[in-house]
Structure formats: C-alpha cells, structure tokens
C-alpha cells in the first residue's frame, strides 16, 4: 500500500502549519485569493482579457480559480504542461513556446482535439510549414499566432515586414488557421523604475498596434494579441493594444517582484503568497543557525529568500549548500533553537515551484488542503 503524502495527516489539524516536515512549499489560500480577484477586477475595469500564465503555478487547482474568476484562457509554456492541465479539465490553453517538432505537432494535434481551444506560437517559415503539415495530414486544423520578437532576441520573427510575411504564410498553409499575435516582454518585466519601465512598454505597444492595423489592411485582423506580465500589468491594460495579459507571478509575488515596486517606495499591488517553510536543525554558534532548506529548496538564479517570520529582525538567509540553509542575525539577539520554525520568501516563484510536488495550502494557522502539483517537471 501507497504511503500517504508527508504531512497529509495535518490537514485540518489547528496549528497544523507549524507542525510541518520542512522544507514545504507553503500557499496562503487566503492571499492567493484576493490577488486572482485584484487581477480580474483589474482586467474587467481596462476592457481587457487574462490569460494567466501556469508556468508560475503548474496547478489544475489554481488554474481552475483563474478561469472561474472570468480569464479567458490559461497559458501554459511548454506541450507537457498543457497535457498536463488538459487532464486535469482545464480546456482552454495558449503553448507560448514555439512547437517545432512534428513529433511535438502531432501530439498538439492530438491535444486540440480534446479541448477546447487550443493555440500554438510560431516564429519562422519552416515551423509553420511543419505544423500545417502534420495537420492537414491528421484531417485537422491548429490555430496558430505569430510570435513577434519584443527585442529579447529569445523567441520571435522581428516587427515589421517579417512579421507580416508569417502571418499571411500561416493564413495560406493548409491545416492551420491565423489567430493573432504573440509579444511577451519578459525583459521589461523587472526593468527598474515604474517611469522607465512604462515608457519602455508604452513603446513596444505602440510598435504592435502598428503591427495589428497592416495586418487588418491585408485582411488579416488578429483575433488575439496576447502578452504583457506582472510587472507591466498597469500599462498593458491601459494601452488597449492587447486582447488578453498573460500574467503569471501576480498570484504568489516572489522577492524578486516584491522588490521591484519596493525600490520605488510604494507597496506591491498583490500579495506574497508563496513560501517555503524551513526548520532550523542546528544552532551552536552565536549569531547563526542552520536550516534544512539549501539550494534543493529555492530556485537560487535570483538570490537568497528573504525571511518573513520565525528569525531576528535583519535577519539574512545565506545558502550553506544543496540540503542546508543558513540564517545569519545580530550577535545580541537571541539564539535560534534547533526546531525553530522558519518562513521565507522565495526569491523566483516559478522555478521554485518546480522543485516541488505539492503546495500545503492554510488558512491562517491551519493546513486546509494539499494539492499536486500536476505540470511540475514538464519540459517538453
């Protein structure tokens, strides 16, 4: 017989939260809540769509808020992933990565025949030629937006000319339908300075209304014209260039977003609702304590956690290797104790999010629930 889950039998018990096998990926119900409904209220008052991205979650559970909260859609970054929620009812997916393989074009094939709606990415002439023709050979049509290069130099076919050249190809190719467009400014996201970075997506939007008026002049008008994240939320919707915003992070906020409106002087707009939960197991040095959350723990290309509760005041959180973290405080203060119990930010959400299979979900003291993490370690 199975075992069951770690911590199942906290479910429900008061106090619950501290009694915790640490290191555990740790959800405010509550939080996470009132940021989905911040974000459609948002969205709702602008005019405008979400499509939130379950790349930062991977969770059927929280994918399902999103949608009963009005999103139009559910993003997804990779195949697995939209198989992933797809299993899981979630009906209505957006891949934002290109699908270049005609292994990868059947499987999107097969997928779009059991839900609802499916759309795919492309970026250059030779994809859109694979795709269409692994639909047309399967009797099938896969709709199909062009995704536009916002200067990130990742993903993308250039503004312009190009741009318009995919499109119309796309349109003509047997086997696939013309949606939209695709323009994700990831690099504009934690640009520094609310100025400087409104200006920078007030441009690039201008740039893709440009883009949306030649193809309605060659009788192309895009259905979708996605993209936008959480750190440009506010200037996406007021632009009223896109059709839907593609945020992700706002359901958690991670330090790194947190910070972002911090260093302007203003609170951030949503609520950290993501954590990692830690226990200290050593703590025989003055001004310094060892916890059981290393690099295993946090998704480490952003930095160190920052410590909510449980430690000294200025408190910093180090990494001591891949199982262990450190806690680093004032000499003066009192001496963490072995079992202390430790509550982090996480420095990236959706990294961090991938290292583990389940969030402990609580309300307030109390573990109310835990739920899977269905599209963890989906790469392809």
């Known amino acids: 017989m199975p075992r069951p889950p770690l911590n199942a039998h906290l479910v429900d018990r008061p106090g619950g939260r501290a009694e915790l096998e640490t290191p555990a990926l740790v959800l405010d119900l509550d939080a996470l809540e009132r940021n989905v409904t911040a974000m459609a209220d948002h969205a709702a008052r602008h005019g405008v769509a979400l499509r939130p991205h379950a790349k930062t979650h991977k969770s059927v559970a929280i994918a399902r808020r999103q949608l009963d909260a009005g999103a139009c859609g559910i993003c997804v970054a990779k195949l697995g992933e939209a198989e992933a929620l797809a299993d899981g009812g979630v009906d209505r997916l957006l891949v934002t990565s290109p699908v270049v393989t005609t292994t990868g074009a059947t499987r999107a094939v097969t ?3 059991n839900v609802s709606e499916l759309l795919l990415v492309c970026d250059h002439p030779e994809v859109a030629t694979c795709l269409g023709a692994t639909a047309s050979s399967a009797g099938a049509t896969l709709d199909v937006l062009v995704d536009v290069d916002p200067g990130m130099r990742r993903t993308g076919v250039p503004l312009g000319e190009p741009a318009l050249a995919l499109a119309e190809q796309i349109a ?5 339908r013309f949606a939209g467009l695709q323009c994700y400014a990831g690099h504009l996201q934690h640009m520094k300075g609310a100025d400087k970075r409104r200006a920078a997506a007030t441009k690039l939007l201008a740039k893709l209304a440009a883009l949306r008026d030649a193809l309605t ?10 993209g936008g994240g959480t750190g ?5 919707a007021e632009a009223r260039v896109l059709t839907d915003l593609q945020v992700g992070s706002y359901v958690f906020m991670d330090r790194e977003y947190n910070d972002l409106w911090s260093r302007d002087g203003v609170s951030p707009p949503f609520e950290t609702s993501l954590y990692v939960q830690t226990t200290v197991i050593s703590a025989n040095h003055p001004g310094m304590a060892t916890t059981d959350a290393g690099a295993k723990a946090f998704a480490t290309d952003a930095g160190s956690p920052t410590i909510a509760a449980g430690a000294p005041d200025k408190a910093a959180y180090i990494f001591y290797g891949d199982e262990q973290g450190g806690v680093l405080h004032d000499t003066s203060a009192p001496r963490l104790q072995p079992g202390a119990v430790l509550t982090c930010v996480v420095p990236h959400c959706d990294p961090t999010v991938n290292l ?14 835990l739920w899977p993490i269905e599209a963890r370690g989906c790469s392809a």
């Open 172 to 176: 003509a190719t047997a086997g696939l």
């Open 111 to 113: 997928l779009a025949a």
């Open 217 to 226: 002049a060659r009788n192309l008008t895009p259905r979708v014209i996605t």
């Open 232 to 236: 440009t939320f506010d200037v996406d």
């Open 356 to 369: 583990y299979d389940r969030y402990h979900v609580v309300r307030g003291d109390t573990v109310v629930a």
